[in-house]
Every structure is written in C-alpha cells, then in structure tokens.
C-alpha cells in the first residue's frame, strides 16, 4: 500500500511569506508527527496527533508554527512570516496505534525541503 | 533527560566487511531504542527496536543490534556490508508512555559509506 506522502517536496520561499506543508498518513493510521531535520543532524520532535486532537506541541519553536489534522487524517503545518533560521527538511510520520497501543512504530514519508531565502 | 549519542558521524567500510555503528543511550527509564536507516531522497526507514524483550534484537537487512545496560550502548552490526548499506543511519531513543507521548528523540546521525 502507499506510505506516508508529503507535499510540496520542495518548497523555496522568501523571508516573511506564510508557508503551508502537508501531510497524507498511511490509510487507517491513528497518530501522526511532525519532525524537522536540520543540515547534518537527526530530526527533532515537533508536534503530534492522536485522530484531530493535537496531543503534544512542546516542540514548536515558537507561535508561528501552528499545526492541525481536521478530520483525523490529512495534517497541514503551516509556518507564518518565516525566517531563514525555518530552513529545514519537516518530515511527517504515522503510527496504526496510539503510543502504548502496540503497533505504534512511526512510518516517515520523504519529507518537505524548505528553504527561506 | 533522554539522548542518544552517535559515536562516529562517519563510517566507512568495504564491500563484504563487517559493520559497526556505535551508539550509547541516557535514559532514566527502562529505554526502548531504535535504529532507522535514511537513504538519499527517501524516507526514514525502521531497522529494528528493542523494548525490553531480548537483548540481542534482529532487523532488517541483515542487521542487528544487541542492548547493553551495562554499557548504555546499542551499537548495530552486520556482518558483511553490502553497496546498498550506504546511507544515514539513526539511533533512536522513545520517550516512555507515562507522558502519553511517542517522541523519538534522534541521534545526529552516521554516514555509512561502502566501498568496492
């Protein structure tokens, strides 16, 4: 079956635009993630979902990042007035279960390049 | 806190020679780790995890990776590198369920190359 998929896969902006990124889960998956991935290093925790409910936003940098997941399945991470230090690889990720549920291994999809020039 | 550390950022092996991937955990709790293989313009993929059932876990592609509580380690192995092996791999450490959360928290990553 089809993977995690995002879009853009490439995303080039300039300082201060308003900047959308999406997130399609596998079918049937209960959780998803939000990561970014900085040049040369792993990728750090955002943001997730449990369906619609946004269970843990302690990694948003700061209020420009907001996230959210409508109906439970396609999730959009949008960042206002960005700024060059957002340049980044934000990967999404989905889980069949809730953590704890047993099968909660996050699938990744390939990833949104943006960078803010 | 939890953190993994990567020893090596780079690696470099030839083709049919063992490889080895260090890394070496902090956790105040009873970890469950991870290692996830990146290959270029691709997605994060699982190679295995270990969540306090056997020490010595198999993955796939021939990997495995044996957790030591002594040595706060989880090193991965394989014992004959292949040309497709070359890629970014990942340790990984789960914050535990008590926060309700399942945050990974990622090493800085090791660059496998292989060489013919």
């Known amino acids: 079956g089809a993977g995690v998929s995002q879009s853009p896969r490439y995303k080039v902006t300039k300082r201060g635009q308003d900047v959308a990124l999406r997130c399609d889960p596998i079918?049937?998956?209960?959780?998803l993630y939000w990561y970014r991935q900085a040049l040369g290093q792993g990728p750090e925790f955002l943001t997730y979902?449990?369906?619609?409910?946004?269970?843990?936003k302690s990694g948003l940098p700061n209020d420009r990042f907001s996230a959210e997941r409508p109906e439970g399945s396609i999730s959009t991470l949008t960042i206002q007035r960005t700024e060059q230090r957002d340049s980044a690889m934000y990967r999404c990720?989905?889980?069949?279960?809730?953590?704890?549920?047993?099968?909660?291994?996050?699938?990744f999809g390939p990833g949104t390049r943006l960078t803010v020039l | 806190a939890q953190s993994v550390t990567q020893l090596d950022s780079h690696v470099s092996v030839s083709e049919g020679t063992p490889v080895l991937l260090r890394c070496n955990y902090s956790?105040?709790?009873?970890?469950?780790l991870f290692w996830y293989v990146q290959h270029p313009n691709k997605g994060l993929q699982l190679l295995l995890k270990?969540?306090?059932?056997?020490?010595l876990v198999k993955g796939i592609n021939g990997f495995e990776a044996e957790f030591k509580k002594s040595e706060t380690s989880f090193h991965l192995t394989k014992p004959s590198a292949h040309m497709s092996d070359a890629a970014e791999y990942f340790c990984?450490?789960?914050?535990?369920?008590?926060?309700?959360?399942?945050?990974?928290?990622f090493g800085t990553g090791t660059l496998l190359a292989v060489q013919p």
């Open positions: 990720a989905s889980s069949l279960a809730w953590p704890g549920g047993g099968r909660d291994e996050q699938f």
């Open positions: 079918s049937g998956h209960v959780s």
């Open positions: 979902f449990n369906y619609e409910a946004q269970q843990d």
């Open positions: 956790s105040s709790y009873s970890p469950s």
């Open positions: 270990y969540t306090s059932a056997a020490t």
């Open positions: 990984v450490v789960r914050l535990p369920y008590g926060g309700a959360t399942n945050k990974l928290i």
